[in-house]
């Protein structure tokens, strides 16, 4: 792990085809996503080479860097070296997709790279929030379960707002980063989405009242914790705002443009988008329920074994929209539940090569590995810097993730917010998932620790490498 960022930012910086040749860079927990403006430039052997760079990943049109932990320090550092403060509007050349041809355009695996883009970029800067109010809804729920606290308790009532305040007014934070990624006025689509969750809209909602908007019948629904109503809606403002600007003058564009976009976006929302996404969304959520439920152990073992090679391809993002939607209709996700056992799984795997190894620089790549995935729930250097790297130690726990999974899937369990799985969470988790949660994350981490140690990895796999 190289200790001066400087050098790596510089170095990644020309590795990627330098300061120019990016058009937008994010972070996530361990990775930096760039968006370059010419893929050709960019120097992939050399940089995954780079000491302190853990694994180079491409998912769509998103180069990821994977850093570590001290992803935040690389990421200031570049920012330094640059002088750029990256995350802001990107008023760069014309998007790649755009300039393709309508035939490349609507590929399949071209559409696959943009929707995974697209919920990648919308969600990815809420998780960090997201986790944390999580674990304290799930804290709290755990308390009135165990008979802790009260739910007539203020203490309860107060460390549930906390935990649930985020969820509640999800269309809000969602309205935020969408219009970042469509390139819509980020307040207006806030405006927006404050509007459908309302409270005289949702107490007419609860009424059940006839509503009307000059004289058009409107079929309210629950926008509070709702996800694809708002982000559609966003979608519709960023197209609506680009037509206003062509038509009013710069002199008049900012009244004009914010009044009619609201005043057209917020009906057109309540009487069409929001209606026609509860059905689409609910359809989803039907169908996967069915199959849980139907084939519970075969569903569980299929999500568990898919969701850590989902993971590295960037294809678990395609889920967040399904598992947010199921939270919303069901008051919780079984999806989710059925991966319990990925983060111990992986955390397993790296202790067995831990433990198998005599070799002091794979030794000392192992442990902090484990331990990151096992205590933090953080997985990339577990995975990318060892278990995929030796390619058995990584199915292995795929395996391992699919047979705690179907424990899980059996058992029914629904968490009621997206949740991270580690040491410091898993209580929490017991309290919503039961019996069943322990035994995934047993089999998941004791499991890969002793297969990978038997059978999974041995020394002879470094030497074919050097």
Not at 103 to 110: D, H, I, V
Not at 246 to 275: A, D, N, W
Request: charged share 15%; aromatic share 10%; hydrophobic share 50%.
């Amino acid at each position: 792990m190289a200790k001066d960022y400087s050098r790596l930012a510089e170095q990644i910086v020309q590795c990627v085809g330098g300061k120019e040749n990016i058009k937008s860079l994010i972070h996530c927990m361990t990775r930096l996503r760039f968006q370059l403006q010419d893929t050709e430039k960019v120097d992939t052997e050399k940089l995954q080479q780079t000491e302190g760079v853990i694994k180079l990943m491409i998912s769509g049109e998103q180069y990821q860097v994977v850093i570590g932990t001290h992803v935040d320090e690389v990421m200031a550092a570049i920012e330094k070296v640059t002088g750029v403060s990256y995350g802001g509007k990107i008023d760069a050349v014309e998007p790649e997709d755009v300039k393709k041809g309508w035939k490349e355009r609507l590929s399949p695996k071209n559409i696959v790279n943009i929707f995974i883009d697209t919920v990648a970029g919308i969600f990815l800067p809420l998780m960090g929030a997201m986790m944390g109010a999580s674990l304290l809804k799930a804290v709290a729920i755990m308390c009135s379960t165990f008979g802790w606290l009260s739910p007539d308790n203020t203490t309860y009532t107060i460390l549930y707002a906390i935990g649930d305040g985020f969820f509640y007014f999800m269309p809000i934070f969602l309205a935020f980063t969408a219009a970042k990624k469509f390139d819509a006025e980020r307040f207006a689509a806030v405006a927006i989405a404050a509007a459908m969750v309302y409270p005289d809209l949702t107490a007419l909602y609860s009424s059940g009242a006839e509503t009307q908007f000059l004289g058009i019948p409107v079929v309210l629904i629950s926008y509070t914790s709702s996800v694809l109503p708002i982000i559609v809606a966003v979608y519709a403002q960023s197209k609506l705002e680009k037509v206003l600007n062509k038509i009013f003058p710069k002199m008049i564009r900012s009244i004009f443009v914010p009044v009619l976009t609201l005043l057209i976006i917020v009906p057109v929302s309540l009487i069409v988008i929001g209606p026609v996404t509860d059905v689409i969304g609910s359809g989803i959520g039907n169908g996967l329920g069915w199959l849980v439920e139907t084939v519970p152990a075969v569903a569980g073992f299929a999500l568990g074994v898919l969701w850590p090679i989902l993971i590295i391809f960037g294809f678990h993002w395609g889920l967040v929209p399904v598992v947010m939607n199921n939270i919303t209709v069901y008051g919780g996700d079984m999806l989710l539940p059925c991966t319990a056992g990925t983060n111990f799984a992986m955390a397993g795997a790296a202790l067995g090569i831990w433990l198998k190894t005599k070799k002091t620089s794979v030794k000392s790549a192992a442990l902090p590995a484990a331990v990151s995935a096992l205590v933090g729930g953080i997985t990339e250097p577990a995975i990318y810097g060892l278990n995929l790297k030796y390619k058995r130690p990584f199915f292995i726990a795929c395996l391992c993730t699919g047979v705690g999974g179907i424990f899980v899937g059996m058992s029914g369990v629904m968490f009621p917010s997206v949740m991270t799985t580690c040491i410091l969470t898993l209580p929490a988790l017991i309290g919503l998932g039961g019996v069943s949660v322990i035994i995934a994350s047993a089999i998941g981490f004791f499991g890969s620790a002793v297969l990978t140690y038997l059978f999974g990895f041995n020394d002879s796999m470094v030497k074919e490498e050097e």
